[in-house]
């Protein structure tokens, strides 16, 4: 009886160290399911860390970008708006007086495709009128010989007579090339003449060799 007794007591000592162990091995197993979900837990902050990083810094440099093209434009818009005033404040100024109007619409197709500035009039009167009271001088003007009530050489009298005009240069407009009255322009104060009808090329080249570019 003593010896079952005992072996009995063994066998439940035995259960219990298995059963203890057992236990031992599911905490041991728990623990390591709740490191290795620590651990994933962790890589996955880290991980949308390094991703909310990554898009800040992306971000940050789409921002910047646009801040930069924002800067080239504004400062590209700058540029066109300086030089498109310096440009209007140099532009050559033009008047021409002429009492036929395909003359005048020829001089400013020329004169506009080569970005003179063209003022046109078709009688002496109205160009005396602008070129006396205007306080922006000409750097050119040009005038038909052959107008009724004030022809060229009478506008040019009066051009002569007023002083910030007086040393405007002009250019006379004629049908022929006639010497004698080619030596009286010249005599009168007129740079140079044009034979109409009007030849593009030699009125440009004219035009560059009174005003430069």
Do not use: C, W
Not at 29 to 51: G, H, I, L, P, V
Not at 78 to 100: G, N, P
Not at 107 to 119: A, I, M, P, R, T
Not at 136 to 145: A, N
Request: glycine share 2%; net charge negative.
């Amino acid at each position: 009886m003593n010896d079952e007794f005992a072996k009995n007591e063994e066998f439940k000592m035995n259960d219990e160290l298995v059963i203890s162990d057992e236990f031992a091995m599911i905490e041991e197993s728990e623990e390591d399911e709740e490191s290795d979900k620590s651990e994933e837990s962790e890589k996955t902050e880290e991980s949308d860390k390094a991703e909310d990083s990554d898009k800040s810094e992306e971000s940050d440099k789409a921002e910047d970008s646009d801040k930069s093209e924002e800067s080239e434009k504004t400062e590209e818009s700058e540029r066109k708006e300086e030089f498109t005033e310096i440009y209007v404040q140099h532009k050559k100024r033009i008047v021409a007086v002429d009492d036929s109007n395909v003359v005048l619409k020829t001089l400013k197709n020329v004169l506009d495709s080569e970005g003179y500035e063209f003022h046109p009039f078709s009688t002496g009167t109205r160009a005396l009128e602008y070129l006396e009271h205007r306080e922006k001088i000409p750097d050119l003007i040009i005038l038909d010989i052959e107008m009724p009530i004030m022809n060229g050489y009478d506008v040019l009298a009066r051009i002569k007579k007023i002083p910030h005009l007086r040393h405007v240069p002009v250019i006379f407009l004629t049908s022929n090339n006639q010497k004698k009255q080619v030596v009286k322009a010249v005599t009168d104060g007129v740079r140079d003449y044009v034979v109409k009808p009007i030849d593009r090329e030699v009125l440009l080249k004219k035009l560059y060799l009174l005003l430069g570019n």
